[in-house]
């Protein structure tokens, strides 16, 4: 049976570069790699740097009608999902009122509304060391002032995945969260409020090289979640310890000590 990989988001950014590591065999032998996401002219560059034979999908994830598409496809391929890499999603900085409501809405569809989907549409065709990846995030670890909507679907995710990571351990199906800080990709390009950008993201980057490479081999032992650097892996632990509300406040007066706004 053919083995494949499905990329979400693999039009830009970390999808991208999720479906250049696994065409390079970072998550072994593969036989085709679909990637999703809207734009076609886009999937097809990224199909242009990969060698595995690719399949190109152009759909929009907030749409059902979407997911069911790549059902049917799926059913009718008959392959083997070896890797499901939930990477589409986006974000607006902002006060909840300060962002449109289709903005705040169809956060939630792609990136908790779509994960679902598609972690259901994959599971039957996945066995004993498939694996799932769902982008979480940093804002996923604990809830963020002035990224509202978007950390409460991120934190949707962590749970979500964690929660099937332990579900599928018996039939040896792991599935993984990752949560990154910021990114210098198209996701901070259209993401609202300048201000609250500029703020938040002085708590510094990543590399979406490394942070795929990561996540790839903390998904493939079998982690339920991945936070690739040391100052989010702090944040983790700390969340634990504090209530939500001193969170808030102690993230509230770090980004304006750290930013000056
Ligand atoms: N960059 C960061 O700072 C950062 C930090 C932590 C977590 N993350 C998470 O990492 C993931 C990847 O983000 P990124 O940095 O790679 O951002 P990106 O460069 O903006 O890529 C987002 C991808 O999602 C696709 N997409 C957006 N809306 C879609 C829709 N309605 N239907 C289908 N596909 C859609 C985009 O393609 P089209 O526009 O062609 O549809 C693109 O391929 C996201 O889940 C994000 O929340 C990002």
Redesign the pocket.
Same mark, same amino acid.
């Given at each position: 049976m053919r083995s494949i990989a499905i990329v979400?988001? /693999? %039009? %830009?950014?970390? !999808?991208?570069e999720f479906a250049r590591q696994l065409d390079q065999g970072a998550g072994g032998a593969l036989d085709e790699l679909w990637l999703? /996401?809207?734009?076609a002219e886009? *999937?097809e560059a990224t199909r242009a740097q990969c060698s595995t034979p690719c399949r190109v999908f152009a759909? $929009? *994830?907030?749409r059902p009608q979407?997911i069911d598409a790549l059902a049917e496809a799926l059913d009718e391929a008959g392959a083997r999902v070896r890797w499901l890499i939930?990477? =589409? !999603?986006?974000?607006r900085f902002g006060s909840f009122g300060s962002i449109s409501r289709d903005d705040e809405v169809?956060m939630v569809r792609?990136?908790c509304g =779509?994960v679902v989907g598609l972690c259901h549409l994959a599971l039957p065709h996945m066995d004993g060391g498939s694996c799932i990846v769902n982008? %979480?995030?940093? /804002?996923g670890l604990a809830p963020q002032p002035e990224l509202s909507c978007?950390s409460a679907t #991120?934190r949707f995710v962590l749970d979500l995945s964690r929660t099937l990571n332990y579900e599928l351990e018996p039939v040896g199906i792991h599935v993984c969260a990752?949560?990154? #800080?910021?990114? $210098?990709?198209?996701?901070? =390009?259209?993401a609202g409020d300048a201000r609250a950008v500029r703020r938040m993201t002085t708590i510094g980057?990543e590399q979406?090289r490394r942070v795929v490479r990561k996540a790839l081999a903390a998904a493939g032992r079998g982690s339920a979640t991945c936070v690739p650097s040391w100052d989010a892996k702090f944040i983790h632990v700390a969340v634990k310890l504090l209530p939500s509300a001193l969170t808030l406040h102690a993230q509230d007066l770090l980004f304006t000590l750290l930013s000056g706004v």
């Amino acid at each position: 049976m053919r083995s494949i990989a499905i990329v979400t988001g /693999a %039009s %830009s950014g970390v !999808g991208g570069e999720f479906a250049r590591q696994l065409d390079q065999g970072a998550g072994g032998a593969l036989d085709e790699l679909w990637l999703v /996401a809207r734009g076609a002219e886009r *999937l097809e560059a990224t199909r242009a740097q990969c060698s595995t034979p690719c399949r190109v999908f152009a759909l $929009d *994830l907030t749409r059902p009608q979407s997911i069911d598409a790549l059902a049917e496809a799926l059913d009718e391929a008959g392959a083997r999902v070896r890797w499901l890499i939930n990477s =589409a !999603g986006f974000g607006r900085f902002g006060s909840f009122g300060s962002i449109s409501r289709d903005d705040e809405v169809n956060m939630v569809r792609l990136n908790c509304g =779509a994960v679902v989907g598609l972690c259901h549409l994959a599971l039957p065709h996945m066995d004993g060391g498939s694996c799932i990846v769902n982008m %979480s995030s940093v /804002a996923g670890l604990a809830p963020q002032p002035e990224l509202s909507c978007y950390s409460a679907t #991120k934190r949707f995710v962590l749970d979500l995945s964690r929660t099937l990571n332990y579900e599928l351990e018996p039939v040896g199906i792991h599935v993984c969260a990752v949560c990154p #800080k910021f990114m $210098d990709t198209g996701f901070l =390009a259209n993401a609202g409020d300048a201000r609250a950008v500029r703020r938040m993201t002085t708590i510094g980057y990543e590399q979406p090289r490394r942070v795929v490479r990561k996540a790839l081999a903390a998904a493939g032992r079998g982690s339920a979640t991945c936070v690739p650097s040391w100052d989010a892996k702090f944040i983790h632990v700390a969340v634990k310890l504090l209530p939500s509300a001193l969170t808030l406040h102690a993230q509230d007066l770090l980004f304006t000590l750290l930013s000056g706004v």
